[in-house]
C-alpha cells in the first residue's frame, strides 16, 4: 500500500509490509549466516480437504509414496477430524545440503503441483525450513561466540 491510499488529513494508518524474500534470497541469506544457525533442511505440507482422497486407497496416497522415494524425502500421512469433514495431510521432510535445497524445492513441489492440477486438487501448501538445533540454542550459542 502506498503512503498515500494509507494517509488522510487525520495522519496515517500505514502498517509496515511484512518482509517477503523469495527461496533463492532466503538461501543466500542463511549461506552468509553462522553453521550452528544454518537450515539443515525443509518441511512442505499439502493439505487436502477433498473428502474423496481421505481413503488411504486412493492413488494420491501412492503418488505422495513415489514422490517421496523419488526425491529423497521422508513422509508423514495424517488425517484431520474436525466438526466440518475430514482433512489429509501429507508432510514432506528433507535434509542436506543448503546449497542442494533449492533445487530440492522446486523440484518436488512443481512434481506435486503438476499432479494435483491433472486431478484437479487444491490443497494449501506449508513450507519452512529446519535446524539442526532448537532455535534458542542456537542463538544462545551464536551470542557466546560474539562475547570472546
Known amino acids: 500500500m502506498s503512503d498515500k491510499e494509507c494517509c488522510d ?6 502498517e509496515a ?3 517477503v524474500m523469495d527461496l533463492g534470497e532466503a538461501i543466500e541469506y542463511y549461506l552468509e549466516q553462522p553453521k550452528e544457525v544454518q537450515p539443515v533442511g525443509y518441511m512442505m505440507r499439502f493439505t487436502f480437504g477433498e473428502r474423496h482422497v481421505a481413503p488411504e486407497s486412493h492413488p494420491l496416497f501412492d503418488q505422495m509414496k513415489l514422490f517421496a ?3 529423497d524425502l521422508h513422509l508423514h500421512r495424517r488425517a ?3 466438526q466440518d469433514g475430514i482433512y489429509i495431510q501429507y ?3 528433507w535434509r542436506g545440503s543448503l546449497k542442494e535445497m533449492e533445487e530440492s524445492v522446486t523440484g518436488t513441489s512443481t512434481l506435486i503441483e503438476n499432479y494435483c492440477n491433472a486431478e484437479k486438487l487444491k490443497p494449501s501448501m506449508t513450507f519452512g525450513f529446519i535446524g539442526d538445533k532448537p532455535q534458542e540454542e542456537a542463538e544462545a550459542i551464536a551470542h557466546e561466540e560474539d562475547l570472546f
Open 9 to 14: 488529513e487525520t495522519g496515517c494508518v500505514c
Open 17 to 19: 509490509e511484512p518482509q
Open 69 to 71: 522415494a523419488g526425491r
Open 80 to 82: 484431520l477430524q474436525f
Open 91 to 93: 508432510e514432506l521432510v
